[in-house]
T-cell receptor, first 112, second 115 residues
Framework: GQQLNQSPQSMFIQEGEDVSMNCTSSSIFNTWLWYKQDPGEGPVLLIALYKAGELTSNGRLTAQFGITRKDSFLNISASIPSDVGIYFCAGRGNSGNTPLVFGKGTRLSVIA | NAGVMQNPRHLVRRRGQEARLRCSPMKGHSHVYWYRQLPEEGLKFMVYLQKENIIDESGMPKERFSAEFPKEGPSILRIQQVVRGDSAAYFC?????????????FGPGTRLTVL
């Protein structure tokens, strides 16, 4: 089945630093999504990408859909303590309402 | 505008008992997905349903697990004769085919513990 490789698995950074994480796949995806999950909660959608090469921002977050359609990255600028959580990439191979394939997550810790 | 609702939030069962997890999608959403998350893992797709129909159940174990999304009421994920390996967080997501945002929105999850 389709798999997503997400890296790094965990990060410890100082408040104010920028963060970068990425996701790669052995197969092509038509949609890339980035979610954040806080402890005890469900994933919350941060950014959705629909076109190869697309670069999209949401506040301090920026994500890009790789040209090959097999990768995506998420950047967080000027991190703050509330950025702590688990960030998941997810991909969808077909358009429409089809199930998502998730990476294993990047656990972000921010040291004040 | 309430989001996706799941109950119970926490469920404890003994081996051999049945577990019933409920999911009410967002208002206007007719597509429901169930995912399972093991500790330190990402979410794994189980089943995709529309009203009264199972569209894709390729991720659901063939035995003991079943799902439904009736015309009226919430979607139900049912696990019969639970075993310790069923302990996990189960998340429901919903989406719509209407114009606008089509992505999946997740509920807070049900954390199942099997003793």
């Amino acid at each position: 089945g389709q798999q997503l490789n997400q890296s790094p698995q965990s990060m410890f950074i100082q408040e104010g630093e920028d963060v970068s994480m990425n996701c790669t796949s052995s197969s092509i995806f038509n949609t890339w999504l980035w979610y954040k999950q806080d402890p005890g909660e469900g994933p919350v959608l941060l950014i959705a990408l629909y076109k190869a090469g697309e670069l999209t921002s949401n506040g301090r977050l920026t994500a890009q859909f790789g040209i090959t359609r097999k990768d995506s990255f998420l950047n967080i600028s000027a991190s703050i303590p509330s950025d702590v959580g688990i960030y998941f990439c997810a991909g969808r191979g077909n358009s429409g309402n089809t199930p998502l394939v998730f990476g294993k997550g990047t656990r972000l810790s921010v040291i004040a | 505008n309430a989001g996706v609702m799941q109950n119970p939030r926490h469920l404890v069962r003994r081996r051999g008992q049945e577990a019933r997890l409920r999911c009410s999608p967002m208002k206007g959403h007719s597509h429901v997905y169930w995912y399972r998350q093991l500790p330190e893992e990402g979410l794994k797709f189980m089943v995709y349903l529309q009203k009264e129909n199972i569209i894709d159940e390729s991720g659901m174990p063939k035995e003991r697990f079943s799902a439904e999304f009736p015309k009226e009421g919430p979607s139900i994920l049912r696990i019969q004769q639970v075993v310790r390996g069923d302990s996990a967080a189960y998340f429901c997501a919903s989406s719509t085919t209407l114009t606008g945002v089509r992505e999946q929105f997740f509920g807070p999850g049900t954390r199942l513990t099997v003793l």
